[in-house]
């Protein structure tokens, strides 16, 4: 990389640097410097004492902010592998739900096939119950229309029955008379 050589101006003294950051970063640098060392001395007049070396108590406020900065980028780390841990936990959550989903789904459909196949097999049955009981109808009907029959053969049978047993009564009473006017006669 190309080393950069910027020269700035640090609590009033001019100073070239030269480093690989980029001129930008070198003078964001110097002014961080020069701010401390600002804040250090006003702080000092504040409290009335005259600071001895401006440049030691800056550099110990500033190594102080890099410490705290370490801390924080550690807390931070630390909480990236919390988050790493707690994302690939989610993921882990996320494809059982969707592997549960997918389960869920295909009993689902299979319920859904289940269902339709009884609901045939249930209009199957009834229509099956409507043949039987058409079928009960017509024996009915057709019982009641051989008994009807069969009643009026019989009917007719027995009106037959009675005229000969009328015929016969008649025939007896006949024959009573002249078996009477035989003994009669010949008596």
């Known amino acids: 990389m190309e080393t950069n050589k910027v020269k700035v101006k640090i609590y009033g003294q001019e100073y070239v640097i030269a480093g690989e950051k980029s001129r930008e970063e070198i003078i964001q640098v110097a002014a961080h410097v020069d701010t401390k060392m600002q804040e250090v ?29 370490l801390e924080e980028m550690e807390e931070l780390k630390r909480m990236n592998v919390q988050l790493e841990k707690d994302a690939q936990h989610y993921v882990q959550l996320w494809d059982e739900s969707k592997k549960n989903y997918m389960d869920y789904k295909e009993e689902t459909q299979a319920i859904v096939i289940q269902k339709d196949e009884l609901m045939n097999q249930l209009k199957q049955k009834d229509d099956d119950i409507q043949k039987l009981m058409n079928a009960a109808e017509s024996a009915r009907t057709q019982a009641q229309t051989n008994m009807e029959e069969v009643v009026r053969e019989i009917e007719g049978k027995c009106k037959e029955l009675e005229n000969s047993f009328f015929d016969l009564q008649m025939e007896n009473l006949q024959l009573k008379k002249e078996l009477d006017k035989y003994k009669n006669n010949n008596g």
Do not use: R
């Not at 001395?41 to 900065?69: C, H, M, R």
């Open 41 to 69: 001395t006003d702080a000092a007049k504040a409290a009335g004492v005259v600071p001895s070396n401006i440049a030691v108590l800056a550099a110990v406020n500033i190594t102080s902010e890099y410490f705290q900065a």
